[in-house]
């Protein structure tokens, strides 16, 4: 949902997948599009091409899993099974998924506008545009990403990586300067 603002749109090619009869696996993670960060609540759901094949996928799932818990925590389930589960509350849901997947959209948007307007170099930043979702990646490497906590208290992972869902607009600006600033002056 936060790829496109659809469930739909977004489960599209899982869709196809289906239809053309191919086994897959599919990780879903509702952490963050259900706010439940410190739940860490997940799935893994597998298309298998026959019920043997998916006993045999069952069991070494079960195999991986049981070392890390015997018992996994279901609280974070308990409330996905019930936003899911109700008409109101997953049509709620939605539409907040929705509004957020937008506003990170626009957020995208304005952080591209400002660093094609700031950055005189003539840098291709469309690839800011092309990356769907609530993270960027800026390409800066580790040492940038460092001056852009050191000297600009702006705090990403060392790969680049940059969460846009807690960037207002009126900071947009702001951080394209430290990009730009750390692109071009660190490296």
């Not at 899993?65 to 109101?88: F, K, Q």
């Not at 959209?105 to 094609?116: F, G, H, P």
């Not at 790969?159 to 490296?187: F, M, P, Q, T």
Request: proline fraction near 2%; aromatic fraction near 10%.
């Amino acid at each position: 949902g936060f790829a496109s603002g659809s469930l739909d749109e977004d489960a599209a090619s899982v869709r196809l997948f289906a239809e053309r009869g191919m086994e897959f696996f599919v990780a879903q993670s509702y952490s963050k599009n259900l706010g439940l960060y410190a739940e860490r609540i997940g799935a893994i759901n597998v298309v298998c091409s026959s019920a043997d094949a998916a006993t045999r996928v069952k069991s070494q799932l079960k195999r991986i899993a049981r070392p890390m818990y015997s018992n996994p925590p279901v609280h974070g389930a308990r409330i996905v099974a019930n936003v899911v589960g109700d008409v109101t509350m997953f049509s709620e849901w939605k539409a907040e998924m929705e509004m957020m997947a937008g506003r990170i959209k626009t957020v995208r948007q304005e952080l591209y506008d400002s660093l094609v307007s700031k950055d005189k170099s003539g840098k291709d930043w469309s690839f800011i545009l092309k990356q769907i979702g609530m993270f960027s990646f800026t390409g800066l490497n580790k040492a940038q990403s460092d001056n852009m906590t050191d000297k600009w208290h702006v705090y990403m992972t060392k790969d680049g990586r940059i969460s846009l869902a807690g960037l207002s607009l009126a900071k947009c600006e702001y951080l394209a300067d430290a990009i730009i600033d750390s692109y071009h002056n660190v490296s």
